[in-house]
């Protein structure tokens, strides 16, 4: 028996690397823009969003992101992150045979922040120094928001 409604799942992975915003699933890309939308709230200008219809297209979309993140090698560790990444899954539920079609959307957020750093303890001088301290800057207004 055909289902009642037609599911669609859709993911995009941004990531906020020295306070700009980049499309971790196209490579290469330029400075995203925040917008506001008046019917859908902030949104991100020009992010892709793929399909994805099961558990292994979502691990490649989490691969191929990972591997565009920003990373450098400090004291502390080999493989540090220098930004905060959001992986946002959309769930879509339309109903079929319908004259008015219903929609039902649900969105997750995955959130992976960059750690707090400290430069004596990193041993990070010029460009690593002053990307630690904009990872700091804005861990501090994410706490400044959930406080």
């Known amino acids: ?34 917008r506001e939308d008046p019917r859908g709230g902030v949104k991100v200008a020009g992010l892709r969003a793929l399909q994805v219809h099961n558990s292994q297209d979502m691990l490649r979309v989490l691969d191929e992101g990972n591997r565009r993140r920003k990373t450098e090698s400090t004291r502390a560790n080999a493989t540090s992150s220098r930004s905060h990444a959001v992986l946002e899954i959309s769930v879509t539920r339309t109903e079929r045979n319908q004259v008015r079609a219903r929609k039902m ?34 861990l501090l207004a994410l706490a400044n928001c959930i406080n």
Request: with cysteine; net charge negative; glycine share 8%.
């Open 105 to 138: 959307q649900g969105k997750l957020a995955l959130v992976d922040l960059a750690g707090s750093e400290r430069a004596a303890e990193t041993g990070n001088v010029g460009q690593k120094m002053r990307d630690g301290a904009n990872i700091n800057k804005s």
């Open 1 to 34: 028996k055909k289902s009642e409604y037609e599911t669609e799942v859709a993911c995009t992975y941004l990531e906020v690397y020295n306070e700009i915003i980049y499309d971790l699933l196209v490579a290469g890309s330029a400075a995203l823009d925040l």
